[in-house]
């Protein structure tokens, strides 16, 4: 702080970061999306990072490789062109990313074809799951979409 009281600009990576944060690197796709690696009971994985899916989810054929319990739900996912589509979910879930980690999660699962159908024709690798807001929200998340960085609070 200066003698006025006005505090200087201080990077948001400093802020953050004094804050109790963490910095995760992200990754912008072909397609402009921001890819994370995460694992999701001790698998590793990568992950698009949406911010406008309100719940993270993993496709159907990931069930076994992450270890998931899956039950029926009555949720119907909806996104990416697709309406209607049948989901599980799972719960109690360990999920990790970078240094941050948070247990007991929920993950909605179904039939990520079409979103990696349409990664591929862009010539972007496929994807275990989707992190979403909900993730965003319990971690405090903080993007810095030029630097390209996602800060979650430990």
């Known amino acids: 702080m200066s003698d006025t009281g006005i505090t200087k600009d201080v990077p948001l990576k400093d802020f953050l970061l004094e804050k109790g944060y963490t ?6 796709t072909k397609t402009n999306h921001f890819e ?3 694992s999701i009971n001790g698998v590793k994985g990568l992950f698009i990072l949406d911010t406008g899916a309100s719940s993270s989810c993993v496709g159907f054929e990931a069930i076994n490789t992450f270890k998931l319990k899956a039950k029926d739900s009555e949720i119907k996912a909806a996104g990416a062109g697709a309406i209607d589509m ?3 979910i799972s719960k109690k879930n360990q999920l990790r990313i970078g ?26 690798k ?9 993730i965003l929200k319990k971690g405090k998340g903080v993007i810095d979409y030029e630097k390209k ?5 430990l």
């Open 99 to 124: 240094k941050w980690k948070k247990d007991k999660v929920a993950l909605i699962l179904f039939n990520l074809t079409h979103v990696n159908t349409a990664l591929t024709n862009h010539n972007s």
């Open 23 to 28: 910095k995760i690197k992200l990754h912008l």
């Open 36 to 38: 994370i690696k995460a």
């Open 86 to 88: 049948l989901t599980q």
């Open 149 to 153: 960085y996602l800060y979650l609070k």
């Open 126 to 134: 496929p994807v275990d799951g989707i992190i979403g807001a909900d």
